[in-house]
């Protein structure tokens, strides 16, 4: 049964489950792999006890920093961008981050049904880019074969064969086999003017959602700025006459801000600052989600080309002091790949407990009693594990140094060599894409630079990588009665070969000033969502 999400009625609040427990009506259409109910479901607007306020500034402190404003391929995964995109762009179809149901955005209605595999989509009337220019579509063709074509978004897309122009409003969409997700996955692709040239792109691409760039500086200290779009004529019109995101990747800069109230929002509070922030009259809400810390191997790289020895080092860390010690209880250790609180969650058939004599045990059978390795950790929130982490492999036997660094991930690219890196500890969160398990499981073990570089795991020699494959195709095709029978498996696959795999599954946490804004509902995911949020007078 979907949960809905609290209001948030206390100066500090705790959603257990949070947006990751109300996906469960959404996906279960996922979970039976069928057609299920064809109503749209409109995102709800919640404008708070007080009536919009005409004018003002929305503001926020991200803590996230990147310089990719392209839409194409959901900005190469940045957190930052990606969420500026959900303000600026529209797809055929948009995702209502707190609940992950779709919404009409340039489509009219639901996507009309020709055969299994055709459908058509008729885009709304009246639609325009922020310069004036009507939507057209050949925009949305063009937006969709770009991003069908693109190494991060291509996989997500991968069950369409075709797309044209049926006449001067409809989009005719073929595919290569029946697929309940369609709408789903048509979010991920954002439409932009077909006229615009790579460097508009890269540097201030234009869109038809209720905002547009003003001035985009990504980097830490910098800020991005928003106008309203005039011509935006669909459901969140902005309310306010401006709205500016300071980036502050320290998160002490990011609660003096908020406390301080020259900020409305921040987003990923650390869990020490909590306390403080709520003394100061801010909320902080926690959201359970998949967010998480994982380790990723060099699957070709002895020894931990061993998943013997990739297992050893899970049963060997004690997540639940790490929960308890460093993320102050805000996270759930990791029972399968999905939380328990996901509508397709399945407890894997194995399941990592703190068990030193497994550890050893395992690292004995491989030979590996006296092994000695690197670990990389990305110099973010997860830096403040590794202490323990390299005192949990100490008492298994395992020496680990501890080398911190902002991880150049060009270096992790695919290689006619041999890595030379021997694992690496790193948060992710795809769920800023979606939620269903097959785009999940997709971006971090589909046939991507995840597989062909970083973890290399797509050219290990003991063939996991490509039996995976074939499951996943398979329940992307299967019927209803088959679908999460196949996700088991490949769930309990990942959770035997760990090629990357999570430790826990973080709460995220946002803190915000109440009295300043109105309408603003945290996300259990990356990003800041001020679509429906209004500045208090």
């Known amino acids: 049964m979907e949960q809905p999400l609290k209001a948030p009625l206390s100066r500090r609040t705790f959603l257990a489950g949070g947006a990751v427990a109300a996906t469960a009506a959404g996906l279960a259409l996922a979970g039976c792999g069928g057609g299920g109910d064809t109503k749209t479901d409109e995102p709800k607007k919640d404008a708070g006890t007080d009536a919009p306020a005409a004018g003002g500034t929305l503001t926020g402190a991200c803590a996230y920093t990147s310089t990719n404003v392209n839409p194409v391929g959901l900005n190469g995964g940045s957190a930052l961008m990606l969420a500026a995109t959900w303000h600026v762009f529209e797809g055929l179809y948009d995702l209502d981050l707190h609940t992950y149901k779709t919404y009409n955005a340039l489509a009219a209605g639901e996507p009309v049904k020709v055969t299994d595999t055709e459908y058509e989509v008729a885009l709304r009337d009246g639609a325009k880019f922020s310069d004036g220019t009507d939507v057209t579509v050949a925009d949305v063709v063009n937006a969709l074969n770009v991003n069908m074509a693109d190494a991060t978004c291509g996989a997500f897309l991968s069950f369409i064969d075709s797309v044209a122009e049926k006449d001067d409003k409809t989009v005719t969409i073929k595919l290569k086999y029946p697929f309940a997700l369609l709408k789903d996955r048509l979010s991920v692709a954002k439409v932009f003017p077909a006229s615009l040239t790579e460097d508009q792109l890269k540097t201030m691409p234009i869109g038809s959602g209720p905002w547009m760039y003003e001035s985009v500086n990504g980097d830490d200290g910098g800020t991005i700025k928003f106008a309203p779009n005039p011509n935006y004529e669909g459901q969140y019109k902005p309310t306010a006459d401006a709205m500016e995101w300071n980036i502050l990747l320290d998160g002490t800069a990011r609660t003096t801000a908020l406390q301080e109230a020259t900020v409305q929002v921040m987003e990923n509070v650390p869990d020490a600052n909590a306390d403080q922030l709520s003394a100061a009259g801010a909320t902080v809400e926690y959201a359970q989600g998949f967010n998480q810390a994982f380790f990723m191997f ?240």
């Open 298 to 537: 060099n699957t070709l790289k002895a020894p931990f080309d061993d998943y013997r020895v990739r297992q050893a080092l899970y049963y060997a860390i004690d997540v639940d002091k790490l929960i308890s010690n460093q993320l102050n209880g805000h996270a759930a250790p990791v029972t399968g790949f999905l939380p328990e609180e996901h509508a397709n969650y399945h407890k894997a058939a194995t399941v990592y407990t703190h068990d030193v004599d497994k550890a050893k045990s395992l690292l004995a059978e491989a030979g590996q009693e006296n092994l000695a390795f690197t670990l990389v950790v990305n110099n973010n929130w997860v830096k403040d594990l590794a202490p323990q982490i390299q005192e949990d492999l100490k008492a298994i036997g395992v020496e680990c140094t501890i080398d911190e660094q902002k991880v150049n991930w060009s270096e992790y690219a695919a290689s006619d060599s041999t890595l030379s890196y021997d694992v690496m500890l790193t948060p992710g969160d795809p769920t800023c894409f979606g939620n269903d398990p097959d785009l999940l499981m997709s971006w971090w073990y589909g046939d991507n630079v995840w597989t062909q570089g970083r973890t290399c795991w797509s050219k290990a020699a003991d063939g996991k990588w490509a039996e995976l494959q074939d499951l996943m195709q398979q329940a992307r095709e299967a019927d209803s009665s088959k679908q999460q029978d196949l996700w088991n498996q490949c769930f309990d696959l990942l959770a035997e070969q760990v090629p990357l795999y999570p430790l826990f599954h973080r709460q995220v946490a946002t803190g915000y000033q109440e009295s300043m804004i109105s309408g603003f509902k945290p996300i259990a995911t990356t990003g800041l969502v001020f679509l429906g949020a209004s500045p208090k007078a």
